[in-house]
């Protein structure tokens, strides 16, 4: 069964960066829709960024442009989220997400906390 699994989250001061990791099993990665989502206090989760299957395309949020970056390693079964010029405002639980390249199936990590902070 598809399992998804992030870490690299923790606490970082304004200006610092992360990379979150999120080793999937179950599925080969490059046949899925892979993407990062967050969730902050109080807020609806949203869309970070995303890369498709197959080509490779890849899509951002407009908060993520110019400081995240998304990829992918089909031989080590990984998608990862590289968070650069963070700011207080990212601070959320951040979730790895696969779907099939259909659209029908809809699978998620636990999450892993990224809290900006001075």
């Known amino acids: 069964q598809v399992q998804l699994v992030e870490s690299g989250g923790g606490l970082v001061q304004p200006g610092g960066s992360l990379r979150l990791s999120c080793a999937a099993s179950?599925?080969?990665?490059?046949?899925?829709?892979l993407a990062w989502y967050r969730q902050a206090p109080g807020k609806e989760r949203e869309l970070v960024a995303r890369i498709f299957s197959g080509t490779g395309g890849i899509e951002y949020a407009d908060s993520a442009k110019g400081r995240f970056t998304i990829s992918r390693s089909n031989a080590k079964s990984t998608v990862d989220l590289q968070l650069n010029s963070l700011k207080p405002d990212d601070t959320a639980v951040y979730y790895c997400?696969?779907?099939?390249?259909?659209?029908?199936?809809?699978?998620w990590g636990q999450g892993t906390q990224v809290t900006v902070s001075s």
């Open positions: 179950g599925f080969i990665v490059s046949t899925y829709h």
């Open positions: 997400n696969a779907r099939s390249s259909n659209w029908r199936t809809d699978n």
